[in-house]
């Protein structure tokens, strides 16, 4: 059987998919987006919580087909109410951004909820900023820290630079700046930018300049434009020459 056969409708790709076996019918929703997209309709309309996540994430991203937020946001709702946890912090992510819906932290809030207690690292990350913050939910940095914590011993990469940064700051635990310094590197060595350039700070507070260097380039070169210029500004506050230098052609090529 082909992966894109030419059926005519929905209802014919339903019934092939209502017979294909998991792994093959799992590896074919998986496939290129534009090649898949009909077999992910008809798998969404079929009730399929996989294919409706990933059918929001085309709509809202405009891949392999038109870019429809609020169709988006529809498809993550019909997941999330089978309990699909990146659904459920999809759902939240639309409502906190107003992507398909009007925005609102506070209605989001109770789907990051969901998502964080089922599991979900992203929603454990998104709810830390909420209830860091007091967006939508009481401030609450001692709970912040934790949800922050639960996504980063899940590998969270973003997570673990803002454990980092709550040791560091002290919000919502006591300063530590050897735990700081340890999810700094733990960030870093993940591949993530933030990470990356605090653990470049470290090392250039510690005086190891060589390191630190390394670690900002390598911060600078994955960040996106507005985050590199505003590393870059930073660098360029340095006490030490080599970073400004640094800096100074970063700002030079942007």
Known sequence: MDDAPALDSAQALVAVLSTMPRERLEALLAGDAQTAAPWIVAAACY???????????????????????????GWFRH?????EPE??????????????????????A??????????????????????LDGLGVRRDPVAAYGWYYRAAEQGHARAMNLVGRCC?????????AAAARRWYRRSAEAGYFRGQFNYASVLAAEGREHEATSWFETALAGAPGPSRIAMAEALAASPSAAHRAFAARELAAC
Do not use: I
């Not at 997941?79 to 309990?83: D, P």
């Not at 109770?110 to 209830?131: D, V």
């Not at 560091?168 to 530590?176: K, L």
């Open 47 to 73: 009730g399929l919580p996989s294919a409706q996540l990933r059918l929001g994430r085309m709509l809202l991203e405009g891949v392999g087909m038109a870019r429809d937020a609020e169709a988006a946001l």
């Open 79 to 83: 997941a999330a109410e089978q309990g």
């Open 87 to 108: 659904a459920q912090n999809m759902v939240g992510r639309c409502l906190e951004n107003g992507w398909g819906a009007p925005a609102s932290a506070a209605v989001a």
């Open 110 to 131: 109770p789907w990051f909820w969901k998502a964080a207690e089922a599991g979900s690292a992203w929603a454990q990350y998104n709810l830390g900023h909420l209830l």
């Open 168 to 176: 560091e700051q002290g919000w919502g635990v006591t300063v530590d």
